[in-house]
T-cell receptor
Framework: QKEVEQNSGPLSVPEGAIASLNCTYS??????FFWYRQYSGKSPELIMS????GDKEDGRFTAQLNKASQYVSLLIRDSQPSDSATYLC?????????FGAGTILRVKS | ETGVTQTPRHLVMGMTNKKSLKCEQH?????MYWYKQSAKKPLELMFV???????ENNSVPSRFSPECPNSSHLFLHLHTLQPEDSALYLC???????????????FGPGTRLLVL
């Protein structure tokens, strides 16, 4: 069974702080990792992808991948209330994309 | 606007009704997907179509019937649904069914379905 695990939250952070979202996956052979943001009542929106060990930065977002530990994370710097959403981790297992249940993030002003 | 559209956006139906959900993608992709998203659960993959052929059916009850007339359009026909089928139904597309490295799926806005 291919699994992607996320803490459901909610994760509450004050405005301006760093939000750290974590994801673990069960298949050591997974190659591609994605973070989607989903606002309440809306569809998932791709915000970051990462394929190699290490960090990848895009604006206020940084994705971190550690394949040895089967762990991928998303850091959001200078968190804003508009970042409040559910963040879905998605991992490819072979040719299939498997989603985690998501972590709810709440940024309080 | 993601390039994947879905209609209707909201649907209320009784258990004896028949309705259809429509998805259209304008991205030139060859693979399309139906997902079900219930509250606090992971996205559940229902069907996968590649070049208009169904390549996956994840043990979905027969009251859900997909149709893919061409690579840009995908339908989900609904009949005799149950209240537990109430959920957000999401359509997605990707360039190909077999996801190459650095390829992912793009979602439509979803149809919020309520079965009474």
């Amino acid at each position: 069974q291919k699994e992607v695990e996320q803490n459901s939250g909610p994760l509450s952070v004050p405005e301006g702080a760093i939000a750290s979202l974590n994801c673990t996956y069960s298949d050591r052979g997974s190659q591609s990792f994605f973070w989607y943001r989903q606002y309440s009542g809306k569809s998932p929106e791709l915000i970051m992808s990462i394929y190699s060990n290490g960090d990848k930065e895009d604006g206020r977002f940084t994705a971190q991948l550690n394949k040895a530990s089967q762990y991928v994370s998303l850091l959001i710097r200078d968190s804003q209330p508009s970042d409040s959403a559910t963040y879905l981790c998605a991992v490819t297992f072979g040719n299939k994309l498997v989603f985690g249940a998501g972590t709810i993030l709440r940024v309080k002003s | 606007e993601t390039g994947v559209t879905q209609t209707p956006r909201h649907l209320v139906m009784g258990m004896t009704n028949k309705k259809s959900l429509k998805c259209e993608q304008h991205l030139g992709h060859n693979a399309m997907y139906w997902y079900k998203q219930s509250a606090k659960k992971p996205l559940e993959l229902m069907f996968v179509y590649s070049l208009e052929e169904r390549v996956e059916n994840n043990s979905v009850p027969s009251r859900f019937s997909p149709e893919c007339p061409n690579s840009s359009h995908l339908f989900l026909h609904l009949h005799t649904l149950q209240p537990e089928d109430s959920a957000l139904y999401l359509c997605a597309s990707s360039h190909r069914e077999f996801l190459d490295s650095q390829e992912t799926q793009y979602f439509g806005p979803g149809t919020r379905l309520l079965v009474l």
